[in-house]
């Protein structure tokens, strides 16, 4: 099991430009949830997700939107970068009545 | 949930016990104790949870005091693989499962 992955580790983007992470997890969880987490704080929930086709927001959602098409995917989109979104971006699983969430490596990015 | 309060930090000397303590006085009964670490760069990595009674894995102990109003996480014979920040949540069991994390306690194992 490769567990949580997260595509790309790195990335900058220049402001107004576009992107989207992709977060992967191979253990058949239902719950998957987008953190964000800037220097000296703890991690931020940006939106999640129960379930196929479900997101919701989280603490911090504005100037994100996500998508949950597959069980075992959940897309975390920018559409016009701002550098208030240079952060560190985790992705984490769980199952339904799970403890435990499970983190990826997380994606450093940059908008200049 | 609950907030809960940690120090922002605390230095432990190498192979001695590590005590970490977190208050979370407004706790409800329903409510879980959670520990979280995230080792620098990486992600969260889960420690260990109890709801009133102590528990222990092979990562750690938790103590709850009676009034669970406050926890302390105990590692027994801290390495400097240790150096981290740790998190202390409380929420419910079940539900969406979201983690509310504050700022966490940096703890940093000296040799």
């Known amino acids: 099991n490769a567990g949580v992955t997260q595509t790309p580790k790195f990335r900058v983007l220049k402001t107004g430009q576009s992107m989207t992470l992709l977060c992967a997890q191979d253990?058949?969880?239902?719950?998957m949830y987008w953190y964000r987490q800037d220097p000296g704080m703890g991690l931020r929930l940006i939106h999640y997700?129960?379930?196929?086709?479900?997101?919701a927001k989280g603490e911090v959602p504005d100037g994100y939107n996500v998508s949950r098409l597959k069980k075992q995917n959940f897309l975390l989109g920018l559409e016009s970068a701002a550098p208030s979104q240079t952060s560190v971006y985790f992705c984490?699983?769980?199952?339904?009545?799970?403890?435990?969430?499970?983190f990826g490596p997380g994606t450093r990015l940059t908008v200049t | 949930d609950a907030k809960t309060t940690q120090p922002p930090s605390m230095d432990c000397a190498e192979g001695r016990a590590a005590n970490l303590p977190c208050n979370h006085s407004?706790?409800?009964?329903?409510?879980?104790v959670y520990w979280y670490r995230q080792i620098h760069s990486q992600g969260p990595q889960y420690i260990i949870h109890?709801?009133?009674n102590n528990e222990t894995n092979e990562m750690a102990s938790l103590i709850i005091t009676e009034d669970r109003k406050s926890s302390t996480l105990i590692l027994p014979h801290a390495t400097l693989r240790d150096t981290a920040v740790y998190y202390c949540?409380?929420?419910?069991?079940?539900?969406?499962?979201?983690?509310?994390f504050g700022k966490g306690n940096q703890v940093v194992v000296i040799p």
């Open positions: 984490a699983s769980s199952g339904r009545h799970d403890y435990e969430q499970y």
């Open positions: 253990m058949n969880h239902e719950y």
């Open positions: 997700s129960v379930g196929e086709g479900t997101t």
């Open positions: 407004t706790i409800s009964g329903n409510e879980y």
């Open positions: 109890g709801l009133k």
């Open positions: 949540i409380v929420r419910v069991f079940y539900g969406n499962n979201r983690l509310a």
